[in-house]
């Protein structure tokens, strides 16, 4: 391994960053020069990239235990971070494990143990009990989004982790959220504390409200989407069975989107999300599981179809839109005779044209039952695309590559041809299957 570790200024050329932000820039010094760390930033700042960087620097390449622990609260989260962790090209192995998948393919991935790990409590409580892996050689632990990974393991999983790590010398904890208490179990006492969350609201961010005739908001929901077309966007509903109910509505309107809350199997979680990132849908109906800890690019607004119980979910919502260099907004869809919580702004009302539309979406999403494991690449994938669908390079979108499967944005319009052609064709030396999404 020791031949293929990049440096810092390498993994920031491969990533196309060329300049770290302010908070970026103090998180690494901070890190660097104390044991404990406590970094407070709004989503979409770039914390991961905040705490992945230093942490890369005190893995030893020699060693082939696990050297890092990260905790998430979210599989969601967890994915991501490992995405970013293989996007950085460091020469470090990383692996995800979360509930929700099969046991099985942990073991798996741990038969060749990472350097970085990554994991929800529950999942991770589970493998420390078992020692599948050594926990001796572990000296820097992250805890991603703390306040909210100590709620998902309050019933003693977080606490059991503890008990493991007694060679941790390096502590960080982050958070998009301020005030959130630290258990005396985690030994954030005389901690480092970098408060970014200075402003209650990004400058970018603009707060809209919609008033809706009546006290169900169905119709104006419907008007306001017409009216912002088909830019990328999240509606947010507090409970599912509120969520479950719109989208039907929505269904029977023929408003092409797509779904995303706890309730959903893992799989289905993660296609909406690729969906999304792809262009096959314009927005996710969510719960607040959306609100931070997902992957997805920069959306052009949010839509509160109703308002969370607490702040803390309000400005998470808020922070899915006007991130990091660019604008937004937020509407808030006020039903006949409803009162907003004190939280919120007051904002002036927008009234909606009636002259907007909503296209059908450009793309739609194909399957593939093949993927990294199986030897296959992204340019194995467009090749196959071009050579044996004749298409043109316009005529691909994104290619998402997994483990042991793959997604591709194509036209919708010619989606059902290409899967006649392609499906059970070999690519590499694999028979797959490819189906619409």
Known sequence: MANNIKAQQEILEKLSIYELNPMQEAALEAIDKNDKTILLSPTGTGKTLAFL????????PECEEVQALIIVPSRELAI???????DMGSGYKANAIYGGRAISKDKIELKHTPAILIGTPGRLADHFEQARFTTKFIKTLV??????????????EMKFIMGYLANVNKRILTSATEGASIPAYLKMDGAKTLNYLKEKSSPKLTIKTVLSPSANKHNTLVDLLYHLGNEPGIVFCNKKERLEDLSRFLDKRNIAHTCFHGGMEQRDRERALIKL????????????LAARGIDIPEMSYIIHYEIPEAIQEYTHRNGRTARVNAKGTAYLIKGDKEIFPDFVEKSKVQMLSKSGEI???????????GGRKDKISKGDIAGLFFKQGHISKDQLGVIELKQDCAFVAVPATIADDLVEQLNNVRLKKKKVRVYTV
Do not use: H, Y
């Not at 960087?53 to 030893?60: C, G, S, T, V, Y």
């Not at 991501?80 to 293989?86: A, G, K, L, N, S």
């Not at 990132?277 to 607040?288: C, H, K, P, Q, Y």
């Open 80 to 86: 991501q971070i490992e995405t970013v962790i293989r």
């Open 359 to 369: 296209k059908p979406p450009f793309w739609t999403t194909l399957f593939i039952s």
């Open 143 to 156: 805890i991603d989004e703390f306040d909210i990974s100590i709620e998902v393991g309050a019933s003693g």
């Open 277 to 288: 990132r792809n262009g096959s849908v314009s927005f996710l109906v969510a719960s607040d």
């Open 53 to 60: 960087l230093p942490l890369l620097e005190r893995l030893d």
